[in-house]
């Protein structure tokens, strides 16, 4: 593990996504953009590692504005002094434009205290002429420095030359694939934070009262029995009308993101408010995505306090939102822990519907019992007449209906079929995506028998 510290603004998040290779982390001129441990894979000349990259290590050479702004600065630095404590190497990256100060030397102190190995870089020196300016940081005792532009990518190749000299030897471990990628989503405050943490089992997100702590997205992998599931937390997403200043942009940017990298979204909501227009417009985002949705339901233990009914909840929910039906809904209280350990096994059955594939025979059964059980309806003076469905993709499922007609198939008709399929396939969480393809014979389906209603009688 190769961890990266520094003060604020020294480019920390610049190098770290310069070596994992792409854009993991938030970078901006605004101090304190990171404040989790944001982790990663890597790879140099052949050999792996975990790369972090800490928040600011301001160790009181910056009086905080507000209590408030005192607290988090205190949890940044408690954080950074974490990922020390468990990295192999520690590379302190200094602001080469700014010049060495007392500030950086008790940083560099601090760490040194904990034995690990440290590497001092010096960065934002981005042309050649500018690193005989940084003798001076040789003042902080180190025997090398390294010279690097993050930005410019200048010098990183012969810093992680001298990083994986200083790790230990090398154990091949084949790192499997999570067996889901499942992500939290939702306004900001509404305990998505501490939700990870309990399901982590460890404190891996910052949490606090304020609005938009997270920034970054956050990872961590957790098991449930022999099941691998990787859980990224994200920032808070506000209507895009109270969006405001860069690096709230930027989260909301990463959090929607995550949407397309995730298979199963968790939806938190929070159960004194309820859900509101902007949680369904969340979940219309998901939906139009395509991914499987579990709604979590946290705070219930205040909501209880307030009268709250579960039934009577689910029931709302599902009338003033009725295309959140196909969504598995938990109630939990990430404060008590009560509920939370439904979160996962929920996560895991979406998954599963979510790409769950069926035989044709199975399909075509459901097909006639549907139709036996409610009449297909009349489109422009023409009988609807369903011949015969086959699976066509996955991830969501899709079905396509060969039909005498593909166009103003009722809306009614299309939930019924929906509903029917969905129940008989067991297929919660995951939406399910219907086509309907004319056809003009009863011939051309690959030597089976076209199933309509009338001969399945």
Known sequence: MVVLVGRANAGKSTLFNRIVGRNRAITSAIAGTTRDL???????????????????????????????????????????????????????????????????EEAVAVIRETGRPILIAVNKLDRPAQEAGASEFYALGSDQLFPISSAHERGIGELLDAVIALLPPSQPTAESQPELRAALIGRPNVGKSSILNRLAGFTRAMVDDSPGTTRDTVDVRVKVGDRDILLIDTAGIRRPTRVSGELEQHSVARAIETIRRAEVLLLVVDGVEGVTDQDARLARLVENHDRALVVVVNKWDAAAKLKRRVPAFARDLHQRYPFLDFAAVVFTSALTGDGVSEILPAALEAGQAFRAVFQTALLN????????????????????????????????????????????IPVHYVRFLESRFREALELRGTPLRFEFRKTASRAGFGGKRPISRTNSR
């Open 38 to 104: 944001n982790i990663a894979r890597a790879v140099h000349e052949g050999r792996e590692f975990t790369i972090v990259d800490s928040g600011g290590l301001e160790l009181g050479g910056r009086a905080p504005a507000t209590a408030a702004s005192s607290t988090m600065s205190v949890r940044i630095v408690e954080e950074a002094l974490r990922g020390v404590a468990s990295a192999d190497v520690v590379v302190f990256v200094l602001d080469g434009r700014a010049g060495l100060s007392a500030a950086d």
């Open 365 to 408: 059964r459901i097909l006639t019992e549907a139709t036996a059980a409610l009449d297909p309806p009349l489109v422009d003076r023409h009988r609807l007449n369903l011949m015969y469905v086959t699976q066509v993709g996955s991830s969501p499922p899709k079905f396509r209906f060969f039909s005498n007609l593909e166009r103003d």
